[in-house]
């Protein structure tokens, strides 16, 4: 069965520093999807970045980029340059081809912005 | 609008009476889920649907949870009789190709149910 683990449930950073969020995976199928999505307080669920894998070279966003080392099953989010709005959940969620794009998610993990 | 819409934002309900939720994907998905999150959780998975059909039911927790998709448009999730376990964010997302594992879902803002 396929399984996300985030293991940091919460941590702080200062305002303008980098943070990586922790996120590993396991799965059997050779296809997947690795995306990040933030939820803040609102509610809302965005989507912040994609990676295949595939994909050779690592995704970035803007001030996301995502550390994939597929051999070690472990999709890194990277946010540099913190700001106050980074604040939120972060979830690492995968699909695999067998499943369509049926999203399984991570537990999450909080971050809070410091100024 | 762009984005996925679910409404109501927010019901309160009493113990035993049905709840209808609705979700207006974005125009053009043909892929449509739900998901469910209970306060401080993560997301989890409840029906996803392509075009009217509905693949995978595999994550409805109980019988008294139904979800249907009319036009390959609105959805509507219904709980009967529900419980306080019930209490919790419904989540609707909708996506451009469904059996394709790199297109993102993007979400509604999520209907808020409580049961008291």
């Known amino acids: 069965a396929q399984k996300i683990t985030q293991t940091q449930p919460g941590m702080f950073v200062q305002e303008k520093e980098a943070v990586t969020l922790d996120c590993t995976y396991d799965?059997?199928?050779?296809?997947?999807?690795l995306f990040w999505y933030k939820q803040p307080s609102s509610g809302e669920m965005i989507f912040l970045i994609y990676?295949?894998?595939?994909?050779?070279q690592n995704a970035t966003e803007g001030r996301y980029s995502l550390n994939f080392q597929k051999a070690r099953k472990s999709a890194n989010l990277v946010i540099s340059a913190s700001q106050l709005g980074d604040s939120a959940m972060y979830f690492c969620?995968?699909?695999?081809?067998?499943?369509?794009?049926?999203?399984?998610f991570g537990g999450g993990t909080r971050v809070l912005v410091k100024p | 609008g762009a984005g996925v819409s679910q409404s109501p934002s927010n019901k309160v309900t009493e113990k035993g009476k049905d709840v209808e939720l609705r979700c207006d994907p974005i125009s053009g998905h043909t892929a449509l889920y739900w998901y469910r999150q209970s306060l401080g959780q993560g997301l989890e998975f409840l029906i996803y649907?392509?075009?009217?059909?509905?693949?995978?039911k595999s994550g409805l927790p109980s019988d008294r949870f139904s979800a249907e998709r009319t036009g390959g448009s609105v959805s509507t999730l219904t709980i009967q009789r529900t419980q306080q376990e019930d209490s919790a964010v419904y989540l609707c997302a909708s996506s451009f190709r469904q059996g394709s594992y790199n297109s993102p879902l993007h979400f509604g803002n999520g209907t808020r149910l409580t049961v008291t």
């Open positions: 990676q295949g894998s595939y994909d050779q």
């Open positions: 649907f392509q075009g009217n059909s509905a693949p995978d």
């Open positions: 969620a995968m699909t695999f081809k067998a499943a369509g794009n049926k999203l399984t």
């Open positions: 799965t059997s199928d050779p296809s997947y999807g």
